[in-house]
């Protein structure tokens, strides 16, 4: 409940008429400061006109005042600086360490405001905003939209900049991990990712000429060989290949429990996935330089879309064969390896070379790219939020998964706007 003080009062959302002190004096609010996010006063710096006399220092915000004794407030020096002491519930007078009273007002705002609130942060609906969207200004809308494309993009790049770090500036092996991340599309991105990190691609390059080892490796690491499809000829192989492997070199594989197929549609099996990973590897692993070189979102959409050999052509998973088993990749698949996994590799390459060309290639690229069909692109559609491309569709899903999801409507400037509204209205 402090924390929506504090919004009010930074954003000067409330009845400028009511701003009377308990002891009536008339307030006016020049400048509501700076928020404070460590510890001392909630707002430094700022500039209040009492009856007349103009105050510069700090304010403190409660929902009662009696919590400034609570705690310990008059008894630390770091608070004689406040000028003004912001309640909800103006229930004590409240004292500086000399016993000199400090100003104090109770913060009102409109009804309608905390209805708007408690519609937004408490309802029980996916997105409790949807009705009045029509009232946000378009203008609103969009450069909001940008500003999230750009928040959830450069939250992937915030990845690439540690597994740079990680692996010493190799790009190659920034890729490999980006791109095993990738695979696991949503329900397994953290285990493929633990894959591609305890089998590194040096390990993988000494077998490359051999697409049965590299399998071997990445099966046997993923803790998928355990034995249970012994009957099967391609499988027996795996498990003889991991085994002198994993001796050679001391390997330790992830937990087979790791991966998630519960619900799964068998394309979405790990086990295709984890062979398409070795297919990239098979001959060596290059795709970085390749995806630099690729001229336009054709030739990169044609880097992924590779056929499986082999076992893969008519198997989901280790056992049953499937007459159906298709590409190793559908469009739309390949659509998301290009959203998650080249696009942030173009604009970190870009940001961390200065090479603005790069960054420009990311944001085209996304720009070029079928908006993703799921539940949250079709519920924001639903609501009226046009969504043409894949930079937007990214926008939508961080914006439900950051602040609708989180209920932080009002750090969300559609939030604002509808409680901004609502919080001057009569």
Known sequence: MEGLLQYIWQHKLWFSEDMVTGDGRRVRVIDPGLLNTDAGPDFFNAKVEIDGHTWVGNVEIHVRASDWKRHHHDEDPAYDSVILHVVEKDDAPVHRINGELIPQVELKVSPRFNECYDRLVNARVELPCAARLKEVPRLTVTEWIEALAFERLHGKVDRVRDLYDRFHGSWEDIC????????????????????????????????????????????????????AHSEEPYYRQLMREYAFLANKFSLRPIEGTAWRLF???PQNF?????????????????????????????????????????????HYSFGKPSPSAGRALSSSSIDIVLINTVAPLYYARGEMTDDYQMTDRAIALLEDIRPEKNSIVAMFQAAGIK?????????????????????????????????????RAT
């Open 176 to 227: 490999y991990v980006m791109l095993a991340r990738t695979l696991g599309f949503g329900i397994n991105n953290d285990a493929f990712e633990r894959l591609a990190r305890v089998t590194p691609l040096r390990l993988l390059h000494k077998h490359s000429d051999s697409i049965l080892q590299v399998e071997a490796l990445l099966f046997g690491q993923a803790g998928l060989l355990g034995g």
């Open 263 to 265: 619900r799964s549609r």
């Open 270 to 314: 790990p086990y295709r996935r984890i062979a398409l990973l070795a297919q990239f590897v098979h001959g060596g692993f290059n795709l970085m330089d390749d995806i630099l070189h690729a001229d336009g979102t054709k030739q990169l959409r044609e880097l992924f879309d590779l056929e499986l050999s082999g076992y893969w052509t008519t």
């Open 387 to 423: 969504c043409d491309d894949a930079l937007t569709s990214q926008a939508l899903i961080q914006l439900r998964r950051n602040y609708c999801e989180a209920r932080k409507c009002i750090y969300c400037r559609l939030g604002h706007r509808l409680l901004a509204t609502d919080a």
